[in-house]
């Protein structure tokens, strides 16, 4: 399944059943798949751009 089409279809769920009933039904795979973007995301802010533009930097 394309990232995008389950993102919308966790949507389409959460606004039909509700928080709750989502996290009934998808549970841990949710959590685990919330947790790895915030990882991604926090990777890339704090460690990738700070290297890269000391790199730059001090080039």
Do not use: H, N, S
């Amino acid at each position: 399944m394309r990232p995008l089409t389950f993102l919308r279809t966790l949507r389409d769920e959460r606004r039909a059943l509700g928080w709750k009933a989502l996290l009934r039904k998808r549970g841990w795979k949710l959590l685990a798949i919330l947790f790895f973007v915030y990882l991604v995301r926090d990777v890339v802010l704090y460690i990738i751009i700070p290297l890269g533009t000391a790199a730059w930097l001090f080039k």
